[in-house]
Nanobody, 124 residues
């Protein structure tokens, strides 16, 4: 059974960089043509897809986040990361990592695997 687990700081100050790691267990990341996604949820904006990195390493980033978002992966450690620069209070949300067969992970599909999410608060 594939499991994903997000980790990172729960509190980040405005203007700093948010770094989250998703550790994948149960299967190697290279087991298939997967897309490794990051998505977040807040009461104000609902579910908001941020971006993904494909099995080949191609990046797909939401246009409005392109200037301050990067995603990378380390298949030797079976994990991938999200970096969100210059955070603002509106970046406060629960962040999820998702293994999907594409970047279209909403609505949820049974073949995709979601982490449990981690709450990140942006505040001074």
């Amino acid at each position: 059974q594939v499991q994903l687990r997000e980790s990172g700081p729960g509190l980040v100050k405005p203007s700093q960089t948010l770094s989250l790691t998703c550790t994948v267990s149960g299967e190697p990341m290279t087991s298939g043509n997967w897309y490794w996604n990051w998505i977040r949820q807040s009461p104000e904006r609902g579910l908001e897809w941020l971006g993904a990195i494909s099995e080949s390493g191609r990046l797909h980033i939401r246009e409005s986040f392109e200037s301050r978002t990067s995603i990378s992966k380390d298949t030797s450690k079976n994990r991938f990361t999200l970096q969100l620069n210059s955070v603002i209070p509106e970046d406060t949300a629960v962040y999820y990592c998702v293994r999907g067969t594409s970047i279209r992970i909403v609505p949820k599909r049974p073949e995709d695997y979601w982490g449990k999410g981690t709450l990140v608060t942006v505040s001074s």
